[in-house]
């Protein structure tokens, strides 16, 4: 029995630290992103995104037999998460538009893990203990201190807040339909399809904004970083970790992104630290410690 519960519990590990592991690449993104050449629209590139992931996810998937059957993707529940995809995307996006970006991130990334504590309450009757409060208290009090630092004016808009709701919502949702979904398919195969169904529903972005951009080298670089190694195997990593880790704990471990990205930006971008900076890199740190290691 003993045997059992050690077993289980390396997997739980081996889970919280492959979704860390998938936060890390997603924390690359804005980096990357900061080298994209001028008149490159952040929609557009999270389209580019998932639907390069999307390709390279399934093509691998195929190429490695891990999809033995293709018509179990021929389902209904795989236009609810790639919907979730392309809502987040468009909802986090516009949200960034309307409030800034300090603003607009805190809010999307900041209630993602409370929704998705409340999803896995709700759905998956998971129990939220104290250190799963502790944890996520402190991950996004850091996640605060790290956009207080941030030197754009402030900007309240209503429609704003309501959209990065709705990302962070959706996302908790993707969370809690794919870990569902991965049980009975090819965690590979649930995560690429739902990104090419979400490209479809995001390809509105390709006749608004313009595209040339993408033929330079820079901007062919930037894209192709940008689907497969902080989308596609980011997700190759999430998908796997899905299978062990609950909903609620998900949400916790993918704030490692913003730590991420404060830390490449350090390092890359030449950013100040400041005390809030390094207070929030701190505080997230020691949440994602304290949520690894919880047993």
Aim: glycine content about 10%; overall charge positive.
């Amino acid at each position: 029995m003993l045997e059992n519960k050690d077993v289980f519990m390396n997997e739980v590990l081996k889970g919280r630290l492959l979704i860390v592991a998938a936060a890390f690449l997603w924390g690359t993104s804005g980096t990357a992103q900061a080298y994209a050449p001028a008149g490159a629209s952040p929609a557009v590139l999270g389209a580019l995104r998932i639907f390069i992931a999307g390709i390279f996810i399934t093509s691998f998937s195929v190429f490695n037999r891990r999809i033995k059957n293709l018509s179990e993707f021929f389902s209904p529940v795989l236009l609810l998460t790639g919907l979730c995809q392309a809502v987040f995307q468009f909802g986090y996006f516009s949200a960034i538009k309307l409030t800034g970006v300090a603003v607009g991130a805190m809010v999307a990334i900041g209630c993602s893990p409370v929704f998705a504590g409340m999803l896995g309450v709700l759905f998956d009757r998971e129990k939220l203990g104290i250190k799963w409060f502790v944890s996520t208290f402190l991950a996004v009090t850091g996640l605060f201190l790290l956009m207080a630092q941030s030197h754009e004016s402030v900007k309240i808009e209503s429609l704003g807040i309501l959209l990065a709701l709705v990302a962070g919502f959706s996302y908790a949702l993707f969370t809690l339909v794919a870990k569902r979904l991965i049980k009975t398919r090819s965690e590979d195969g649930v995560i690429g399809v739902s990104f090419l169904i979400g490209t479809v529903f995001m390809i509105i972005f390709f006749f608004i904004y313009p595209l040339n951009w993408i033929l330079s080298s820079n901007g062919i670089g930037v894209v192709l970083y940008l689907g497969v190694i902080s989308a596609g195997l980011s997700y190759m990593c999430y998908g796997r970790g899905l299978k062990y880790v609950k909903v609620s704990t998900v949400g916790t471990l993918t704030l490692a992104e913003p730590l991420t990205a404060a830390v490449l930006g350090i390092f890359l971008l030449n950013e100040p630290v400041t005390f809030f900076s390094a207070a929030g890199m701190l505080f997230i740190l020691v949440s994602q410690i304290i949520m690894v290691f919880n047993r």
